[in-house]
């Protein structure tokens, strides 16, 4: 049973489309984060919620609008989509008291392509 | 935020003990370290985590000298399985003292390469 899963995997769109990426954890976690990881293999964060709270906003272009229906979910829409957004997604969970807040469970990513 | 710094990449031999030594000057007195293993394809994965001294687990040891300005992920008799990038990161313990998150910032970590 998956701790956190990431719909699509692969993602394969044109510039100018809105496309979503989903994401789910069952660890019962109140942390949630999206980031990003460009080609270079730098990992980027963009977003966290707290019990569906943001919390972190990483100067994130406008055109990303992350939501938390729930402390489950975590989702991310990204309108006009450029070139640049080519990029791998993570999405990430963590409990937010004591240690555990620096130990993130990842999701496998979400390999977006724009063409 | 305390910065980290590792080295870009690393080689080493099967059945090697490998040690990567990560610099965090800036660290805080409420920061602990902890490190993440990335294989390609997948997302970071935990691998240990301390605040000083020496932590030991199943798969690796770290060592955090009494200033703790820095830190050793030591992975003992490595394996081909274990070439990957490792992450060394700095954040606080309990998020209410940082204000009631935690951003953990990744370097541009460590690239193990493992040879037969």
């Known amino acids: 049973d998956t701790a956190v899963s990431q719909t699509p995997k692969y993602l394969v769109t044109q510039m100018g489309n809105d496309k979503s990426i989903k994401c789910e954890q069952n660890?019962?976690?109140?942390?949630m984060y999206w980031y990003k990881q460009d080609s270079k293999k730098f990992l980027k964060i963009m977003f966290s919620y707290n019990n569906k709270e943001l919390i972190i906003n990483e100067t994130v272009p406008n055109r990303f609008s992350p939501k938390s229906p729930d402390k489950a979910h975590l989702n991310l829409h990204i309108n006009s989509l450029e070139l640049g957004d080519s990029a791998v997604y993570f999405c990430?969970?963590?409990?937010?008291?004591?240690?555990?807040?620096?130990?993130?469970?990842f999701g496998a990513g979400s390999r977006l392509t724009v063409l | 935020l305390a910065k980290t710094t590792q080295p870009i990449s690393m080689d080493s031999y099967e059945g090697q003990e490998v040690n990567i030594t990560c610099s965090h000057n800036n660290i805080a007195t409420n920061d602990y370290i902890t490190w993440y293993q990335q294989f390609p394809s997948q997302g970071p994965r935990f691998i240990i985590q301390g605040y000083k001294t020496k932590v030991t687990n199943e798969v690796a040891s770290l060592f955090i000298p009494a200033d703790r300005k820095s830190s050793t992920l030591s992975l003992p008799r490595v394996s081909l399985s274990d070439t990957a990038v490792y992450y060394c990161l700095v954040g606080a313990y309990n998020v209410a003292f940082s204000g009631g998150y935690n951003k953990l910032i990744f370097g541009a970590g460590t690239r193990l390469a493992v040879h037969p």
């Open positions: 990430a969970s963590s409990p937010t008291e004591g240690g555990g807040a620096n130990v993130l469970t």
């Open positions: 660890l019962g976690h109140d942390t």
